[in-house]
């Protein structure tokens, strides 16, 4: 086997995040810059195209750090299964800087990656409870805020009172539909459906 190499992943989810914090810290375990592979997107899934370059550089026996385990991502579905690909079949050394328990260097021995597999087993089942929690307070939300009467989606479009007359005089050519939109004060697919549903209504 040659050289172990030492590299860093980092994500932040959005343009605006700093990766400083995340970046000082993999430089204190003495991984070089150039060994840093930085994603700022979603951790939603691992279509990222600095993960997928990392992935592709690492081989057997090489030591990989990440700050956190939802830097790696917030699927952990998905994150059990990278874990085993990296862990498994590339057969690295994963090491999650703020959770020891995370560090497979020291749990070469059946125990070690029993404890590894029950954190992450954990993890996914507080994430997915949380993911689950976040959805429920979000319907209970939006029930509540229809009880008090809030209207969600687009505000819906006055029809003019000569409506009817307008719509006759495009249909007739006597105007043009940029002169029907403006008298009605309407966009052209807007003006179009409630052509639609005037005709409906009335049967035509």
Known sequence: MGTRKKYGYVRVSSMEQNE?????ALKRVGV??????????????????????LVSKLKKGDLLYIMSIDRLG??????????RILTK????????LDMPLL???????????????????????????????IKKRQEQGI????????????????VPEDFDK???????????????????QMSRSTFYRKQKEIKLKKGI
Not at 20 to 24: A, G
Not at 114 to 119: G, H, P, S
Not at 143 to 158: C, H, L, M, N
Request: proline share 2%; net charge negative.
């Open 20 to 24: 400083d914090r995340q970046m000082i």
């Open 166 to 184: 307008i719509v006759r005089d495009w249909e007739e050519k006597k105007i043009s539909i940029i002169q029907a939109m403006e008298r009605c």
């Open 103 to 133: 560090d497979t260097r020291k749990g070469k021995d059946l125990m070690g990656t029993f404890i590894a597999d029950l954190v992450l087993q954990i993890l996914s089942f507080v994430a997915q409870n949380e993911r689950e929690n």
């Open 74 to 83: 917030r699927n952990y579905e998905e994150i059990q299964r990278q874990w």
């Open 32 to 53: 070089n810059n150039t060994n840093i592979f930085l994603d700022k997107q979603s951790g939603k899934d691992f279509h990222r195209p600095q993960y997928q370059t």
């Open 143 to 158: 029930a509540a805020a229809k009880e008090r009467g809030v209207r969600f989606g687009r505000p819906e479009v006055d």
């Open 89 to 96: 079949e590339i057969e690295i050394d994963i090491c999650v």
